[in-house]
């Protein structure tokens, strides 16, 4: 945890791809706050085939937006938790200005603030190159890239062994239409968070590593100082 913060509240934005996964888990371990990811739930929901799951494969195969109100109910239940207490990265969520407002709403109730909202920075050719080589484990959900990151064998997670998968939705007509949904629901929010002071900006195009130093400053000092 850096010294200026009690809690750590964080959403990371920016597009499909844009690393905000692969950061995430990075940024959990050093700062030793939970990464919450709603792909990550609603892939998990789609696994046990419930019927969240069976509903939201459709949509998440078309590269669609789940419902605000579907997607405040699970936020809810997750930040309700005792290990977000200290803080948060959150990761894929909030995707609209609804969903914005809904997290607030929780957070206020909760106790707890946003402290800063990160936008990992990336055109859009390079999102296209980088999910379209994404391959992920499907059983611990280690997040690979065929050239970017490949596994040490070439095919299995390195930490499970299994072969990697790639997502339905990393299809190029799908990864348009995500692109396309990004652009006209989920970018409003650079403006909504730059309004309020709590907007940092990195560029997500430099090496991951690069890129974690970059989001770490950012972060590491209050806005304008
Ligand atoms: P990405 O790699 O594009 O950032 P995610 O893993 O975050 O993708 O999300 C995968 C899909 O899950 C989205 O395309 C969408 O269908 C659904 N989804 C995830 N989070 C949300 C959300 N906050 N609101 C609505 N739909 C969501
Ligand atoms: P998001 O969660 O924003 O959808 P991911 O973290 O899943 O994005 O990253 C998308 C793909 O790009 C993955 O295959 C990942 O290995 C790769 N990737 C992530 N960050 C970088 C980077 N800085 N440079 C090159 N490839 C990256
Ligand atoms: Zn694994």
């Keep these: 945890m850096t010294s200026i913060y009690r809690s750590l509240n964080l959403v990371l934005l920016g597009p499909p791809g844009s690393g905000k996964g692969t950061q995430a888990k990075v940024l959990s371990e050093k700062y030793q706050i939970p990464h919450v990811s709603t792909g990550d739930m609603l892939r998990e929901e789609v696994r046990n085939q419930t019927s969240l799951g069976i509903r939201a494969k459709e949509i998440m195969d078309r590269g669609e937006l789940l419902p605000d109100d579907v997607m405040a109910a699970m936020i809810l239940k997750r930040l309700d938790r005792e290990d977000c207490a200290r803080g948060v990265i959150l990761d894929g969520y909030p995707r609209t200005v609804e969903q914005a407002q809904v997290l607030d709403g929780i957070l206020a109730e909760l106790g707890r603030t946003l402290e800063r909202v990160v936008l990992v920075d990336v055109p859009d050719e390079e999102i296209v190159r980088r999910l379209g080589g994404r391959r992920s484990c499907p ?79 950012a972060i590491g000092s209050p806005v304008g100082q």
């Design 139 to 217: 059983r611990c959900g280690r997040v690979y890239h065929v050239v970017y990151n490949p596994p040490k064998d070439g095919k299995n997670c390195d930490d499970c062994g299994v072969p990697l998968i790639q997502r339905d939705d990393d299809r190029e007509e799908v990864i348009r239409e995500r692109l396309r949904q990004y652009h006209e629901k989920t970018a409003p929010l650079v403006d909504f968070y730059s309004n309020r002071g709590l907007l940092v900006s990195v560029d997500g195009s430099q090496s991951m590593e690069a890129v974690t130093a970059s989001i770490m400053e």
